[in-house]
């Protein structure tokens, strides 16, 4: 009753999809789901890589007994520590007496610190190695990649990397589960927006993994969440080499707050001027409307970025202040950009969109525009040439 699916002779994937959590970490919108990836070697030695949810151990443990016919399981290769995909441990620990848990020094103690699970520890560093029988797994630390303890590992004979959090992608695997089987270009969107959003802050660290890395002959990517890749590994690390430099193509985010229409206006007559110079890509987002976690992925995505708010108690509006300050502890570097912002009796907001875009070492484009109450004739001229400012330095980098 169960058709396995193979990545290869004695490797099969039973992740589950999960399309009735609304929110990932209790943040990010899963319009799309997202799958819970993992792995069983039946080797002479049997390996799981990496569990599920626990809410979705059920379906998961279905799949897993369906391969093993009631062989036992010799290892639990412990990848990643948080809860999507460590949240089965106890409960196999329990069904596997005799499993032993693989991680490194930094997994152990979060291990004993979420489930009180003190023993039966097989611990790996760097470089180490497990033999399973026909095939060895080899083990390669990348911190901060998402977590601490982050680590992935390589099966040496099919040369399929089991990467963990890296290269994972929001959006569940509806029937396709490799990147040839399903439309890879539906995936893309989501797969930047859970780059930016969950790993996004920690660019130097996917950098040092992305070297470390490529020394591997891979022929086959399997993370923990999203497509498992076979044909677009290549075109994968390019765009995660880029994201993670924080390196933009050409277009322009234009995010917004406003409470009457002022600010929008003055976006508006922006992005009006940057198309009419030419950039086609532009994206206006109100960020009272969209979740900010599509506007960070789309700030990964571009080169330009203006942010407008009204002063709102001398401060800016809270949901601009809530992107800005997201924007700032990520670190988001390499942007060209522009500020907008309007007052009613004392502005602030200009003020403190450019003090976080300096601290982020945006390059401003012109001068900010600030306008007192609604838009008049020398302010809407001034966004026009924030616009067009906007659109000649992308130009330049054709
Ligand atoms: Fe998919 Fe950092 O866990």
Redesign the pocket.
Known sequence: MYRPVNLSEDIFYVGVNDRRTNLFENMWPLDRGVSYNSYVIADEKVAIVDTVEAGHFEKWIAKVRAILNGRPVDYLVVN?M?P??SGAIRILTELYPEMKIVGNKKTVPMIEGYYGITGNFELVKEGDTIDLGKRKLTFYTVPMV??PESMVCFEETNKILFSS?AF?SFGTLDGGIFDDELDFEHYIDEMRRYYSN?VGKYGNPVQKALQKLGGLDIKMVAP??GPIYRENIGRMIDMYDKWSKYEGEEGVVVAYASMYGNTEEMAEVTARAITESGIKNVRVYDVSKTHPSYIISDIFKFKGLILGSPTYSNELHPNMEALALKLEHMGVTNHYFGVLGSFTWAGASVKKLREIGETLKWEEVAEAVEEKHALKEDKYEACWQLGVAMAEKLKAER
Request: aromatic share 10%.
């Open positions: 990643h948080e999507d995909h998402h977590w959090d994972g969950i923990s969440h």
